[in-house]
């Protein structure tokens, strides 16, 4: 497929040629495109990647996006990972988008809250402990910062859809 870029003219030569690969390409390539994704250290190609696969809702891919964001956790490098995963239903996932909306003070946990919002298979138990540190972690917060309206808006998501 391609070679793993050494220098930045390369990366971004990388960059864009995959922007200009069309959704099938992403289908047949997918292990190696993982791979690549997983181990690269240029972070465009590596979320460009991961939205691509977001996009086109290749399932498959989402345990690597997964743990790509885990391994990028304590950077802020990780916003258009989570966007990625977005497009899917990370119902499995919801320790880790909990912990983002609650832990992460930049706009990630924004992000992590819109996968939140899309998840469909959780029982009443994970509802509700959700909903319970949404709360413990606006205790600690003005109410009149963007990130307790935030965190609110999820809370009364969880509150308004009946989910509890």
């Known amino acids: 497929m391609y070679n793993t870029p050494t ?3 390369e990366a971004q030569e990388l960059l864009d040629r995959l922007e200009q690969h069309e959704d099938q390409f992403y289908i047949d390539n997918m292990d ?3 791979t690549m994704m997983k181990e690269i250290s240029y972070q465009g190609i590596r979320d460009l990647i991961a939205v691509k696969f977001g996009d086109i ?3 498959q891919a989402l345990p690597a996006i997964i743990n790509v964001i885990i391994e990028g956790l304590d ?3 990780i916003g258009r990972l989570i966007y990625a995963c977005m497009q899917f239903d990370c119902s499995s996932y919801w320790p880790l988008f909990t912990d983002i909306l609650v832990l992460k003070s930049d706009s ?3 992000r992590a809250a819109a996968v939140i919002h899309n998840m469909k298979k959780l029982d009443d138990f994970t509802w509700r402990y959700i909903k319970k540190k949404i709360s413990l972690c606006m205790m600690g917060l003005p109410a009149d910062s963007l990130r307790y309206e935030k965190l609110s808006e ?3 998501y969880i509150e308004a859809d009946s989910l509890l």
């Open 154 to 156: 999820v809370y009364n």
């Open 57 to 59: 809702k290749l399932t």
């Open 75 to 77: 950077t802020k490098a």
């Open 32 to 34: 190696a495109l993982i």
């Open 7 to 9: 220098t930045d003219d």
């Open 108 to 110: 990630n946990y924004m």
